[in-house]
C-alpha cells in the first residue's frame, strides 16, 4: 500500500495511519507545500528515503510511530524546517546517521519512546540542532537514555546542547547511576523529570551530602517517585527521601541515614526521629508544554473543519480542507 496520489494541494491535514503502507517516495508528497499535520502511525514503513518530505516546508506535526523505520538517514527530514511535534516511538531504530537531525530546530516535543533494540549507533551530538525542544520522551529506549546521560571525559553531555529543554522523562531505561543521571541534567532548567522503573543503585547517597541528587533536586521536580533497588538496606527507598533529608539534615545527619532497612520502609520514611518526614507522594507539576493537550495544527492558528474522503487506499483516511 502506498500514499494517495493526485491529493489537493489545499489539504492542511492528512491522516493514514493504520493504513498497511509499506513504501515512502519522494514524490508521495509532492505539491502539498500548506500541510500542516500528517498522521502515519500504525504503518509497515521500513524507512525514510532521503528528501522524502523536501516539499512539506510548512508541516508542524508528524506522527511516525508504530512503524518499521531502523535507519534514519542524513537527509530523512530535510525540509522540515517548521517541525514542532516528531513522534518517532515504537520502531526499531538501529542507526541514525549524523546530522539527521538538523532541520529542527523549532522541535519543541520530540517521541523517542520504546526504541527497544540493544545498540542504537548515532552520533551523542546529533541532539544538538534541537535548542527549542521543551519535552523529550525517551522511556523504555534504554540504548538511546544511556547515550544522552554518559559523555566522554573531554566532551559535554548530550542533553546540555538543549538549553530549553523543561520535561524529561527516562523511565524504565536500566539506568543504574542516579549520580551520573542527575549530573548530566544538572545544567538544564527542567520543570518536571521521570526516572522511575530503574534498577538505581543508592550506595553513593548513604552519607554522601555532595551527591549530584542532592543539588538536583534542589530545583528540579522528581514527579514520579523513583526507588532505590540497590543496596539492600534502602531498597523500595524513594529517592525524594534521601534529598529531602539533605536539606534538612541536622548536625547528626550521618547517623539517620545509617538506618536498618525497616526503619527506611516505615509509613513516614523516618530518617530522623524527632521531626524529619518523608512524604509519600510529589504533586503535579505544571509546565509550559503538555504533550497530552497540545495541539501543533492549532497552534498555527487555523480552525479546521474535517471532511471525510472515501478510502480506496486503506480503514481509515481522513483529510481535512481549510
Not at 252 to 273: E, I, V
Not at 288 to 317: D, F, I, M, R, Y
Request: aromatic share 6%.
Amino acid at each position: 500500500m502506498q500514499i494517495p496520489q493526485n491529493l489537493p494541494p489545499s489539504l492542511h491535514s492528512l491522516h493514514l495511519e493504520e493504513n498497511k503502507i509499506n513504501n515512502l517516495t519522494t514524490s508521495d508528497f509532492k505539491n502539498l507545500g500548506h500541510l500542516l499535520e500528517l498522521n502515519l502511525h500504525g504503518n509497515e514503513i521500513p524507512s525514510l528515503p532521503p528528501f522524502v518530505f523536501n516539499e512539506l516546508g510548512e508541516l508542524k506535526s508528524l506522527d511516525l510511530r508504530s512503524n518499521n523505520i531502523d535507519e534514519i538517514y542524513h537527509d530523512s527530514f530535510t525540509g522540515l524546517t517548521n517541525l514542532v511535534s516528531l513522534d518517532l516511538s515504537q520502531n526499531p531504530i538501529k542507526v541514525i546517521v549524523t546530522g539527521a537531525f538538523t532541520p529542527f530546530g523549532k522541535l519543541s516535543l520530540f517521541h523517542a519512546s520504546r526504541w527497544e533494540e540493544l545498540s542504537i549507533e548515532m552520533d551523542p551530538s546529533s541532539f544538538a540542532p534541537m535548542e527549542s525542544l521543551q519535552i523529550l520522551t525517551v522511556e523504555d529506549s534504554p540504548s538511546l537514555a544511556h547515550i544522552l546521560v554518559t559523555k566522554k571525559e573531554d566532551e559535554t553531555f548530550p542533553l546540555s546542547t538543549l538549553p530549553s529543554l523543561m520535561e524529561l522523562n527516562l523511565q524504565r531505561c536500566d539506568l543504574h547511576d542516579i549520580n551520573l543521571v542527575t549530573l548530566s541534567l544538572l545544567t538544564l532548567n527542567l520543570q518536571v523529570v521521570k526516572l522511575s522503573g530503574n534498577p538505581w543503585d543508592c550506595q553513593q547517597l548513604l552519607g554522601n551530602e555532595s551527591s549530584h541528587l542532592f543539588q538536583f533536586s534542589a530545583s528540579r521536580k522528581l514527579v514520579d517517585e523513583p526507588e532505590c533497588q540497590t543496596p539492600s538496606q534502602v531498597q523500595g527507598v524513594k529517592l525524594t527521601a534521601f534529598a529531602h533529608h539533605n536539606s534538612n539534615a541536622s548536625a547528626n545527619s550521618d547517623d539517620s541515614l545509617n538506618r536498618t532497612s525497616s526503619g527506611l520502609k516505615n509509613a513516614n520514611f523516618t530518617f530522623n526521629s524527632s521531626t524529619s518526614h518523608i512524604a509519600k507522594s510529589i504533586g503535579k507539576e505544571n509546565t509550559v508544554l503538555s504533550h497530552e493537550n497540545t495541539s501543533t495544527a492549532n497552534n498555527g492558528g487555523v480552525n479546521s473543519s474535517n471532511a471525510n474522503t472515501p478510502s480506496s487506499q486503506g480503514k481509515n483516511v481522513q483529510i481535512v480542507l481549510y
